[in-house]
């Protein structure tokens, strides 16, 4: 390749073309394409809720109208949003356990092949057992105030960042590690520098997946023994066959996930404009 062929910009080498950053009028409609659909077809849901309450095709104690499900929840926001609060809390805080002692599990298991072998037969057990079964046994352990619910939060969302971390560590590029090691680098800097920010996408995938769960944990720990929070409310409102109640507190939890979602999402673009998936701007190759 000759001298002026490598300091020429990737717009001016032959075979690439360097994309141009998006203006704000394009970032706006690409946001429109993204979301139309999943919005056509929420929306879709909703029409055909209506018209099944409508036409009566359902008793109304069986399936309520979107118009009583708003009501609902306009007429009782303030007992709502108390209940909102209290789940809401406790997602938070479970969730935030689980990534903190999901990510130094992670790590531990990672330089240590020991104690991979030793832990990871372990994680897959209490994965596998289902949390409905044994969340009465910590409302015992640990009374009926929030321990129990932010316990099997905790555990839920465990998993997906002890392995999405895990496989995220391990996805480095030997020949990185190499170099560093080459380079005099420490562990720590080797860590700090390379596998760390290597494996930040992968954890974040695993947070996406652990933040919503966390939510149904939350809940699971309600519906066993819980005298506030959304699992209450859904749990009394089954009890008293007051569905409008009911499916209130079902979109009020589905929004709490839809939301934490949102928010890793925000963080994954802010921390990782770097990752391919994030990236606004480009090269295109034309051979």
């Given at each position: 390749?000759s001298?002026?062929?490598?300091k020429a910009?990737?717009?001016?080498?032959?075979?690439?073309?360097?994309?141009n950053?998006p203006?704000?009028?394009?970032?706006?409609?690409?946001?429109?394409?993204q979301?139309?659909?999943?919005a056509?077809?929420?929306?879709a849901c909703?029409?055909?809720?209506?018209?099944?309450?409508?036409?009566e095709?359902?008793?109304?104690?069986?399936?309520p109208?979107?118009?009583?499900?708003l009501?609902?929840?306009?007429?009782?926001?303030?007992?709502?949003?108390q209940?909102?609060?209290?789940?809401?809390?406790?997602t938070?805080?479970?969730?935030?356990?689980?990534?903190?002692?999901?990510?130094?599990a992670?790590v531990?298991?990672v330089?240590?092949?020991?104690?991979?072998?030793?832990?990871?037969p372990?994680?897959?057990f209490?994965?596998?057992v289902p949390?409905?079964?044994?969340?009465?046994l910590f409302?015992?352990?640990?009374?009926?105030?929030?321990a129990?619910k932010i316990?099997i939060?905790?555990l839920?969302?465990f998993?997906?960042?002890?392995?999405?971390m895990v496989?995220?560590l391990?996805?480095?590029d030997?020949?990185?590690l190499?170099l560093s090691?080459t380079?005099?680098a420490?562990?720590?800097?080797?860590?700090?520098?390379?596998?760390?920010?290597?494996s930040l996408?992968h954890?974040?995938?695993?947070?996406?997946?652990?933040?919503t769960?966390?939510?149904?944990?939350?809940?699971?720990g309600?519906?066993?023994?819980?005298?506030?929070?959304?699992?209450?409310v859904?749990l009394?409102?089954?009890?008293?066959l007051?569905?409008?109640?009911?499916?209130?507190?079902?979109?009020?939890?589905?929004l709490?996930?839809?939301?934490l979602?949102?928010?890793?999402?925000?963080?994954?673009?802010l921390?990782?404009?770097?990752?391919?998936?994030?990236?606004?701007?480009g090269?295109?190759?034309?051979?």
């Amino acid at each position: 390749m000759s001298q002026s062929a490598i300091k020429a910009p990737p717009a001016q080498v032959a075979g690439v073309d360097r994309r141009n950053s998006p203006s704000a009028g394009e970032r706006t409609s690409r946001l429109l394409e993204q979301s139309w659909r999943p919005a056509a077809l929420l929306l879709a849901c909703f029409a055909v809720w209506w018209v099944i309450a409508a036409a009566e095709l359902v008793e109304p104690y069986l399936v309520p109208s979107p118009g009583a499900t708003l009501d609902v929840l306009t007429g009782k926001a303030d007992y709502i949003w108390q209940h909102t609060w209290v789940t809401t809390y406790e997602t938070l805080l479970g969730f935030l356990i689980a990534v903190v002692v999901g990510v130094f599990a992670a790590v531990v298991m990672v330089y240590s092949a020991t104690v991979e072998k030793t832990l990871y037969p372990i994680l897959l057990f209490a994965q596998v057992v289902p949390k409905i079964a044994i969340a009465p046994l910590f409302v015992v352990w640990l009374g009926f105030g929030i321990a129990p619910k932010i316990l099997i939060a905790v555990l839920i969302a465990f998993f997906p960042v002890v392995i999405s971390m895990v496989t995220g560590l391990k996805a480095v590029d030997p020949e990185m590690l190499q170099l560093s090691s080459t380079m005099g680098a420490s562990p720590w800097q080797t860590f700090v520098k390379i596998r760390m920010p290597a494996s930040l996408p992968h954890l974040f995938s695993g947070l996406k997946v652990a933040v919503t769960l966390a939510v149904t944990g939350a809940v699971v720990g309600e519906f066993v023994g819980a005298n506030e929070g959304l699992g209450y409310v859904i749990l009394q409102a089954n009890g008293n066959l007051d569905t409008p109640m009911l499916f209130a507190g079902l979109l009020v939890m589905s929004l709490i996930g839809v939301a934490l979602f949102v928010l890793v999402e925000i963080a994954e673009k802010l921390l990782l404009p770097w990752h391919a998936s994030r990236r606004e701007t480009g090269v295109t190759t034309t051979y």
